[in-house]
Nanobody, 124 residues
């Protein structure tokens, strides 16, 4: 089992920045891949970025490339998402997730463990 707890969400104006954190515990086997997802009201959950814990390989959704950065601190078992140049369309509930391996695409169905989410609101 893997436990995930997100923090760092909040409200910010367009162009601003936020950093999300995800504290992970439990099975390391179950969190060899860590990712961030988001879901806006009335929309499906979509992938934002993921990272393969062992190699550090990262993937990003096209909509956030160049603005968001995923990173990890293995000594603290913490995953981060640095979000810069935020846009109103980035408004959503952001979730941290873990999987046994990194899928080739950011498909939420491939992830077994989820945090409770943290809200990000970007105003224009």
């Amino acid at each position: 089992q893997v436990q995930l707890v997100e923090s760092g969400g909040g409200s910010v104006q367009a162009g601003g920045s936020l950093r999300l954190s995800c504290a992970a515990s439990g099975s390391t086997y179950g969190r060899r891949c860590m990712g961030w997802f988001r879901q806006a009201p009335g929309k499906e959950r979509e992938g934002v970025a993921n990272i393969y814990v062992g190699t550090g390989r990262m993937d990003y959704a096209n909509s956030v490339k160049g603005r968001f950065t995923i990173s990890q601190d293995n000594t603290k078992n913490t995953l981060y998402l640095q979000m810069n140049s935020l846009k109103p369309e980035d408004t959503a509930m952001y979730y941290c997730a873990a999987a046994y391996t990194c899928p080739t695409v950011l498909n939420p169905r491939e992830y077994s463990y989820w945090g409770q989410g943290t809200q990000v609101t970007v105003s224009s």
